[in-house]
T-cell receptor, first 113, second 112 residues
Framework: NAGVTQTPKFQVLKTGQSMTLQCAQDMNHNSMYWYRQDPGMGLRLIYYSASEGTTDKGEVPNGYNVSRLNKREFSLRLESAAPSQTSVYFC????????????FGSGTRLTVV | KNEVEQSPQNLTAQEGEFITINCSYS?????LHWLQQHPGGGIVSLFM???GKKKHGRLIATINIQEKHSSLHITASHPRDSAVYIC??????????????FGKGTLLTVNP
């Protein structure tokens, strides 16, 4: 099925460990995004990539890095995981322009102990 | 103050009832999105609006740009409609106009 694929779906890390969350879309969208979702808060933007070859910080970028590997793939890396990074992470993609919808991945539930 | 406010935060209804969820925002926007998230699930886009009204099945979304307000209505609600409904806006401020700002969501529970 066309859409946004995120891996893994679940992950438990120890404090200080590193990991990369993978995201791929097959809709030929230019823009891709990483969000985190925490209880009682709206989705918050971590990083985004407006187009292939560009990445920019969102609201909460500290502790994360991203790579736009190609037009399809946008990965999120935690270099040294902290308990405050326990969250559900969503990748999304869209076309550029105001009147295009977003497609979200199914999420990655990350726990840092 | 959050740029996007939803009300109510929680809503419990009986099957068959007419549901309204409200969203108010404080910035100029180019589009407003309504999203649905089932418990433990992914996020699905329901509607994208820039004016007027859209309908899909039992769901209706309206927007009043002048009043900076949108509503999501569910007619003949069903237990499978139980989910978190999220309002998100796409501000039209310069270079950020492709990023969304999200409300905190409305948790809807429809009892049989």
């Amino acid at each position: 099925n066309a859409g946004v694929t995120q891996t893994p779906k679940f992950q438990v890390l120890k404090t200080g460990q590193s990991m990369t969350l993978q995201c791929a879309q097959d809709m030929n969208h230019n823009s891709m995004y990483w969000y985190r979702q925490d209880p009682g808060m709206g989705l918050r933007l971590i990083y985004y990539s407006a187009s292939e070859g560009t990445t920019d910080k969102g609201e909460v970028p500290n502790g994360y890095n991203v790579s736009r590997l190609n037009k399809r793939e946008f990965s999120l890396r935690l270099e040294s995981a902290a308990p405050s990074q326990t969250s559900v992470y969503f990748c999304a993609s869209s076309e550029q322009g105001a009147h295009y919808g977003y497609t979200f991945g199914s999420g990655t539930r990350l726990t840092v102990v | 103050k959050n740029e996007v406010e939803q009300s109510p935060q929680n809503l419990t209804a009986q099957e068959g009832e007419f549901i309204t969820i409200n969203c108010s925002y404080s910035v100029g926007i180019s589009a407003l999105h309504w999203l649905q998230q089932h418990p433990g699930g992914g996020i699905v886009s329901l509607f994208m609006l820039s004016s007027g009204k859209k309908k899909h099945g039992r769901l209706i979304a309206t927007i009043n740009i002048q009043e900076k307000h949108s509503s999501l209505h569910i007619t003949a609600s069903h237990p499978r409609d139980s989910a978190v409904y999220i309002c998100a806006v796409r501000p039209n401020s310069g270079g950020s106009n492709y990023k969304l700002t999200f409300g905190k969501g409305t948790l809807l529970t429809v009892n049989p």
